[in-house]
């Protein structure tokens, strides 16, 4: 058992014996009373947030993680098949894992994957940046470039995103898998 010290971001832990990852952690001293710590944490089952005061010294259960990168493979019904590059083992992962990177996720991505105490798959990670190929857009407008107007945009994982009117298909664009926003073009 650790206590409320050993936590930081990102940090897992036992909490009313479920599975809880720390989102925001902070410790604060009101006034003339206590000090205790604040904690966002989302339920890594059925990804529900919650927020939960700790007193400062409390016991909390730290769950031992491990952090390894894999290769996705291809999607099967409700699972994604990603493989140990250095094994060749493929497991099979949740897509709810995912979140909402799921739906950018292609063939031969390196792909985060944590499993509790080597054996369960407890959280997927997409990458946070992706390269995307437009493969189809409505022509913008000549002219229409003054403001910062946006036009729905399929790329070549199947999603639609929202990219700037002077980009045309077949050209490359960074996406963020967290907000599935359009960052930037890439010249290749």
Do not use: C
Request: hydrophobic residues 40%.
């Amino acid at each position: 058992m650790a206590d409320t010290g050993d936590i930081g971001v990102g940090s897992v832990i036992r909490f009313n014996g479920e599975l809880m990852q720390i989102m925001e952690y902070q410790h604060r001293t009101p006034g003339n009373l206590r000090a205790f710590y604040q904690a966002k944490m989302r339920n890594l089952k059925t990804g529900k947030q919650m927020e939960n005061r700790f007193r400062s010294g409390e016991l909390v259960d730290i769950v031992r993680v491990e952090y390894k990168m894999m290769q996705f493979i291809y999607p099967e019904g409700e699972f994604a098949v990603v493989m140990d590059t250095e094994t060749y083992e493929q497991i099979h992962v949740p897509m709810m894992l995912f979140g909402d990177g799921a739906k950018f996720l292609k063939e031969g991505m390196e792909v985060k994957v944590v499993f509790e105490e080597g054996e369960n798959v407890i959280l997927a990670e997409a990458p946070t940046f992706v390269e995307a190929q437009i493969t189809y857009a409505e022509p913008g407008v000549k002219g229409d470039t003054a403001t910062n107007t946006l036009k729905p945009a399929k790329i070549d994982s199947g999603t639609e995103i929202m990219v700037p009117l002077f980009l045309n298909e077949g050209d490359w664009v960074k996406v963020d898998t967290r907000t599935g926003a359009y960052v930037e073009r890439i010249k290749k």
